[in-house]
């Protein structure tokens, strides 16, 4: 089992940067593909970027490329979102999760076998 806690979300101005942060216990992080997506109101949940476990290749969701990064550090079990140009439609509660197993591309979320609860992002115009 995993457990994941997210932080860092708030409520900041389009243009803002916030890095978000997701602290894993329970098993190092280092064997799972990880990842982060969001869920607005009255939408689906979506995949936002993932570090693939086998060669940590990223992926990103082209409404956040070049904006956003994901990292991960292996001595803090942690891992993170940094995002930057933060605009409105980025307003979302933020998840992480991880898989066990590897992805070619952004997942599903379905496919994915662990939660955190996640953190409100509001980016407000």
């Known amino acids: 089992q995993v457990q994941l806690v997210e932080s860092g979300g708030g409520l900041v101005q389009a243009g803002a940067t916030l890095r978000l942060s997701c602290a894993a216990s329970?098993?190092?992080?280092?064997?799972?593909?990880i990842g982060w997506f969001r869920q607005a109101p009255g939408k689906e949940r979506e995949a936002v970027s993932c570090?693939?476990?086998?060669?940590?290749?990223?992926y990103y969701a082209d409404s956040v490329k070049g904006r956003f990064t994901i990292s991960r550090d292996s001595t803090k079990n942690t891992m993170y979102l940094q995002m930057n140009s933060l605009k409105p439609d980025d307003t979302a509660v933020y998840y992480c999760?991880?898989?066990?197993?590897?992805?070619?591309?952004?997942?599903?979320?379905?496919?994915?076998?662990?939660w955190g609860k996640g953190t409100l992002v509001t980016v407000s115009s």
């Open positions: 999760a991880a898989l066990n197993g590897i992805v070619v591309g952004l997942p599903l979320p379905g496919s994915m076998d662990f």
């Open positions: 329970g098993r190092t992080l280092d064997y799972y593909t």
């Open positions: 570090i693939n476990s086998s060669d940590g290749t990223t």
